[in-house]
């Protein structure tokens, strides 16, 4: 019912610069947040940030000052402009929403896309 189709992942150097696009598509309501989580190799799935209808944001500790979550709500896009990239951000990046349908029994569901990987490196 729902794709969250990404974009904007690749190979950067240490101190580069990537931004993130995830645009959602389907029999959406109305979108409750969309947001960014990350695997990288060896280590569990990670909020990276999320932002809310009303504006709201989160971001782990490991990214804040370095990341920033913003939207294009007439899009229904959500973006992670990420800076000062180091190694430790190296992971696949998923893109993540929680939607209310046009079918109104659900009211917040989740959905994922389908994975951008990032890579950190010299």
Do not use: H
């Amino acid at each position: 019912q729902v794709q969250l189709v990404e974009s904007g992942g690749g190979l950067v150097q240490p101190g580069g610069s990537l931004r993130l696009s995830c645009a959602a598509s389907g029999s959406i309501l109305s979108i409750n947040t969309m947001g960014w989580y990350r695997q990288a190799p060896g280590k569990e799935r990670e909020l990276v940030a999320v932002i809310s209808s009303g504006g709201s944001i989160n971001y782990a500790d490991s990214v804040k000052g370095r990341f920033t979550i913003s939207r294009d709500n007439p899009k229904n896009t959500v973006y992670l402009q990420m800076n000062s990239l180091k190694p430790d951000d190296t992971a696949v990046y998923y893109c993540n929403a929680r939607v209310r349908l046009t079918d109104l029994t659900y009211n917040n569901v989740e959905f994922w896309g389908q994975g951008t990987l990032v890579v950190v490196s010299s």
